[in-house]
């Protein structure tokens, strides 16, 4: 089983900064791919970043330089470095995760099967 917990959430000023974590506190013993995804209201469910267990990177093309991902494998854990934070960046923020390994790094961009329950950023003055 795979049970994801994000934090570090909240009300930011445009141009500000927020790190949002997750941690998986399920049984299995390694991931494969985890990340992080947002929704926004009226909006599809996006790709923000997702990594791979041996570090790879991906970033939806909206990030433009100002979001950095990293985990630690053996703390199954992941987060989310937002810089110069945008109105449009307000949304409700998932963790994402799987447990398999992808040798084609197009389906590291792709949503994995367990979910986190979702943190708010809110982008505003």
């Known amino acids: 089983q795979v049970q994801l917990q994000e934090s570090g959430g909240g009300l930011v000023q445009p141009g500000g900064s927020l790190r949002l974590s997750c941690v998986d506190s399920?049984?299995?013993?390694?991931?494969?791919?985890m990340g992080w995804w947002r929704e926004a209201p009226g909006k599809q469910r996006e790709l923000v970043a997702s990594?791979?267990?041996?570090?790879?990177?991906n970033y939806g093309d909206f990030v433009e330089g100002r979001f950095t991902v990293s985990r630690d494998n053996a703390k199954k854990m992941v987060w989310l470095q937002m810089t110069n934070l945008r109105p449009e960046d307000t949304a409700v923020y998932y963790c994402?995760?799987?447990?398999?390994?992808?040798?084609?790094?197009?389906?590291?961009?792709?949503?994995?099967?367990?979910w986190g329950q979702g943190t708010q950023v809110t982008v505003a003055s």
């Open positions: 990594i791979t267990s041996g570090g790879t990177p």
């Open positions: 994402n995760a799987g447990v398999t390994r992808y040798a084609a790094n197009s389906l590291n961009r792709k949503p994995q099967p367990y």
């Open positions: 399920g049984t299995i013993l390694s991931l494969g791919v």
